[in-house]
């Protein structure tokens, strides 16, 4: 069986948890950039994980807070999927990306960080992207600043969808 180790995820597990729903708190502060969203659809947005497992690691989530997909509209199901496909295109395209792990963590007891809002995770991978950094070091080397991977993803995803950045 193979492991995944992500020790740095501890800071994001012992921090404190801001009041409220990030996902719902984020996207109305209109600070798309310091928020780290480098895309907005009708019904969902790009937001990238301010505790990524690797470089460009992304959450496709939708607008109204919902935790079960059962509960998602027709319309918002087709445009997380879509937003999916569109973020595996801007890594690949920006980042060289090779392959990836997309997902849903629904509820706790399946590692849901945030668990009564539903967001996908897609996470960019490389063939040989576990160094020895994670193994003998307990470090992920994350090789650009966040805020650095959200203006070239927002760049991507404007060429993509033929819209202006916020």
């Not at 907005?40 to 994980?49: A, D, M, Q, S």
């Not at 007891?109 to 070091?137: F, K, Q, S």
Request: charged share 20%.
């Amino acid at each position: 069986m193979d492991t995944l180790w992500a020790p740095w995820r501890m800071e994001y597990i012992k921090s404190a948890k801001p009041r409220g729903c990030i996902f719902c708190t984020k996207p109305r502060q209109n600070d798309d950039r310091r928020n780290l969203i480098p895309y907005r659809g009708t019904h969902c947005f790009v937001i990238l994980n301010y505790y990524p497992y690797n470089n460009g690691h992304l959450m496709v989530v939708p607008y109204r807070h919902v935790g079960d997909l059962a509960e998602l509209s027709a319309e918002e199901q087709g445009e997380m999927m879509a937003l999916i496909a569109q973020s595996t295109r801007a890594l690949t395209v920006t980042l060289k990306a090779q392959g990836f792990n997309i997902g849903f963590n629904l509820g706790k007891a399946a590692g849901a960080g945030v668990e009564d809002h539903l967001h996908c995770h897609v996470v960019p991978r490389w063939v040989g992207d576990t160094n020895y950094m994670p193994i003998l070091g307990h470090t992920k080397v994350v090789p650009e600043a966040l805020e650095n991977t959200c203006a070239t993803l927002a760049e991507a995803f404007a060429e993509l969808s033929g819209q202006k950045r916020r």
